[in-house]
C-alpha cells in the first residue's frame, strides 16, 4: 500500500471519505482471481479447473478462483473449455446481457474476455462484431474467439470512427470497454502504479468521450450501450458519462440490477472493499426510440466459393456448408456485412474458419485441410473421434505424433474429456499432428 501514489489516495479519499480504510485495507490483501466455464464444451466435474471456487453471484459460469490454481496451463484451457477473467470484469457483459440472434459490438476487445462471455450468452445464433485497433492485440483476441469455439463472430481491427462510417444503426447492443488510466488493476498488477500520474484520467477521459461518441452512431434507436472502465475515479466515469448525455439528447441512463449488484442511477463503481472483486465502473444507457438494427450483408463476387472448392469440402464432408473464400480459405458467415467500400477496417476473422482447400491431387481434385477453429467450434464435424489420456493429449498439445488404433484411418479429431482439441490424421497406426505449430507447448 505504501507506494500507491499520494495523488490517488487524496482523490479516492474525496470519493470515500470514512470507508478509505476500509478501501486501502484491500490492497494488503491478495487479489481476487476468476474463471468463467464453457457451457458449450461442459467438462465432468473430475476435469473442471484446479482451484474452483464459490460461484462469482452475477455471471452464471463465472468461479472465483484460488490464488494458486494452474487452470491456465491445463490442457482445456487451451482446448477453450474455461477462460480465466478477474471476478468484477464479468460484470459489465452481464448488464449487456446480449441475446441468441442479436447484433452485437464489442467496440474495444481485446484481449476477449467479454466479447466471449456476450458471444457465449448468444450460443452462436446472430452475429458479434469484435474490434481491437491495435493489430496485435487484435490478434490475441481472435485467438481467444477461436479457443473458445464462438461460430458467429467477426474480429475486426479499426479506430472507432472508421467503424461508425461503415456501420451507422447496425447494433442492438454495443459494449464498451475503453482504455483507461488503470486504477482497479493496483493491486493485482502493482506496476500499473508506477505508470500512474494525476494527469492520466483527464487524458483518458477525452478519448473515453470520442469513443462513445462513435459508438453512438452504430447504435440503433431503442438500443443499449454499456460503457465500463477498470478505473475507479469520477473523471473516467460519471464525469464521462455525464459529458456524454450532455452531447446526446437521445439517450438516457437505465438503471440495472444483478445477483448482489444495484444500480438505481444506471451507473455502478464496483470498490474492491464492497464487492469481490478488483474494482470496475459500468453504465447502462439506452438509445431512445425504436428501430431494428440493419447492415448490408452481401458477399463480394470474388469471395463465392467455386464448384471444385466446394465439392472438396463436400467430399470433406457431406452437407457441410460455406459461404465465403478467402485466399483459398472457406468460412461459413451467414450474416456477413458488405464492407466493399470500407476504409481502414481490416478483416481478422469472419464467421467459422472451416478449412483450406490447396493445390490438386494427382487426381484432378482439390485437396481440403480443415482448420483448427472448426475443430474447437461447439460445431465440430461429425468425423471419427481419437481419445486421449491427459499424458497423451500435453503430447499431443507440444506437436508430438501419437499412436492409435490401426483401425482408425483418415482425418480424426483428437480429444481430452470429451473436448476436441484439434484435428490428426491417421494412417498406419501413428496420428500426425495437425496442432497449429504457433500454438504448441
Known amino acids: 500500500m505504501s507506494n500507491l501514489p499520494q495523488d490517488f489516495i487524496d482523490r479516492m479519499a474525496a470519493q470515500l471519505g470514512d470507508e478509505l480504510p476500509a478501501f486501502l485495507r484491500t490492497y494488503e490483501e491478495p487479489y481476487q482471481r476468476g474463471v468463467r466455464l464453457n457451457p458449450m464444451k461442459p467438462v465432468a466435474a473430475d476435469f473442471l479447473p484446479e482451484g474452483l471456487l464459490e460461484a462469482v453471484p452475477w455471471e452464471p459460469t463465472g468461479h472465483y478462483l484460488s490464488m494458486d490454481s494452474k487452470a491456465g496451463a491445463d490442457v482445456l484451457h487451451e482446448a477453450g473449455a474455461w477462460y480465466l477473467q478477474e471476478p468484477s470484469a464479468m460484470i459489465p457483459a452481464a448488464v449487456l446481457n446480449a441475446k441468441p440472434g442479436e447484433r452485437i459490438l464489442d467496440l474495444c476487445a481485446a484481449p476477449g474476455g467479454k466479447s466471449t462471455q456476450s458471444a457465449l450468452r448468444m450460443a452462436g445464433q446472430g452475429t458479434i462484431v469484435c474490434n481491437e485497433p491495435i493489430r496485435d ?19 475486426v481491427s479499426a479506430w472507432p470512427e472508421d467503424l461508425a462510417k461503415v456501420w451507422p444503426g447496425a447494433f442492438d447492443a454495443i459494449q464498451c470497454d475503453a482504455p483507461c488510466s488503470g486504477e482497479g488493476m493496483f493491486r493485482r498488477h502493482p506496476e500499473t502504479r508506477d505508470e500512474w500520474n494525476a494527469e492520466s484520467p483527464a487524458g483518458c477521459a477525452k478519448r473515453q468521450g470520442d469513443i462513445l461518441d462513435s ?36 439517450f438516457i441512463l437505465e438503471a440495472f440490477q444483478l445477483p448482489g449488484l444495484c444500480a438505481s442511477t444506471g451507473m455502478l463503481t464496483i470498490y474492491p472493499h464492497r464487492v469481490k472483486g478488483e474494482g470496475h465502473f459500468v453504465a447502462l444507457l439506452r438509445r431512445k426510440g425504436g428501430g431494428t438494427a440493419v447492415w448490408k450483408t452481401e458477399v463480394p463476387k470474388a469471395c463465392v466459393p467455386d464448384k471444385p472448392a466446394m465439392k472438396a469440402l463436400q467430399d470433406f464432408l457431406p452437407g457441410a456448408q460455406a459461404n465465403l473464400l478467402f485466399g483459398g480459405e472457406l468460412r461459413y458467415c451467414p450474416d456477413f456485412p458488405d464492407l466493399s467500400k470500407a476504409r481502414g477496417v481490416s478483416v481478422l476473422r469472419s464467421g467459422l474458419h472451416l478449412g483450406t482447400v490447396k493445390g490438386r491431387e494427382p487426381r484432378g481434385r482439390m485437396v481440403f485441410i480443415p482448420d483448427h477453429a472448426w475443430a474447437l467450434c461447439n460445431t465440430s464435424p461429425d468425423v471419427p473421434r481419437v481419445h486421449l489420456t491427459e499424458e497423451d493429449a500435453r503430447l499431443y498439445q507440444n506437436g508430438q505424433v501419437i499412436p492409435v488404433d490401426e483401425r482408425v484411418k483418415g482425418w480424426v479429431l483428437a480429444c481430452f474429456a470429451g473436448i476436441p482439441l484439434g484435428w490428426g490424421k491417421v494412417s498406419d497406426g501413428m496420428m500426425k499432428n495437425h496442432y497449429p505449430k504457433g500454438l504448441r507447448r
Not at 137 to 155: D, H, Q, T, W, Y
Not at 219 to 245: D, H, K, M, W
Request: hydrophobic content about 40%; some cysteine.
Open 137 to 155: 492485440r487484435a490478434k490475441i483476441l481472435s485467438r481467444n474467439v477461436e479457443r473458445m469455439g464462438i461460430p458467429n463472430a467477426i474480429v
Open 215 to 250: 459508438a453512438a452512431v452504430m447504435l440503433r434507436p431503442g438500443g443499449r450501450l454499456v460503457y465500463s472502465t477498470c478505473t475507479l475515479n469520477q473523471i473516467e466515469n460519471e464525469g464521462v458519462v455525464e459529458a456524454f448525455l450532455h452531447r446526446h439528447d437521445d
